[in-house]
């Protein structure tokens, strides 16, 4: 059974930082990309940031510079670093693995989401 579990979100003051975690099971953690994503409430879920299975990574035009990716294949986890967040930051945050084992077809599994407030 596949599982993604974040970690991590909470209520946080503009300008400060939080440290979102993912922690996989059940898959060949290594074989997948994996991406964060976020969504308020009524909108589309929007792709934030991306770490592909050979470490390369990029971002929304809105959080480079203040957000970073980055993966532990031994721990099966992915973390997203935010700094210097904005009240725009506020939104559901949500893992997203994904694996294309043959041309065409698609393995993807996403996390339940962790709620991230930004407001003072």
């Known amino acids: 059974q596949v599982q993604l579990v974040e970690s991590g979100g909470g209520l946080v003051q503009p300008g400060g930082s939080l440290r979102l975690s993912c922690a996989a099971s059940?898959?060949?953690?290594?074989?997948?990309?994996m991406d964060w994503y976020r969504q308020i409430p009524g909108m589309q879920r929007e792709l934030v940031a991306r770490?592909?299975?050979?470490?390369?990574?990029n971002y929304a035009e809105s959080v480079k510079g203040r957000f970073t990716i980055s993966r532990d294949n031994a721990k099966n986890t992915v973390i997203l670093r935010m700094n210097s967040l904005k009240p725009e930051d506020t939104a559901d945050y949500y893992c997203?693995?994904?694996?294309?084992?043959?041309?065409?077809?698609?393995?993807?599994?996403w996390g339940q989401g962790t709620q991230v407030t930004v407001s003072s």
């Open positions: 997203h693995a994904h694996y294309n084992p043959i041309p065409g077809a698609t393995w993807d599994y």
């Open positions: 059940g898959v060949v953690f290594s074989l997948y990309d």
């Open positions: 770490i592909t299975k050979g470490g390369i990574t």
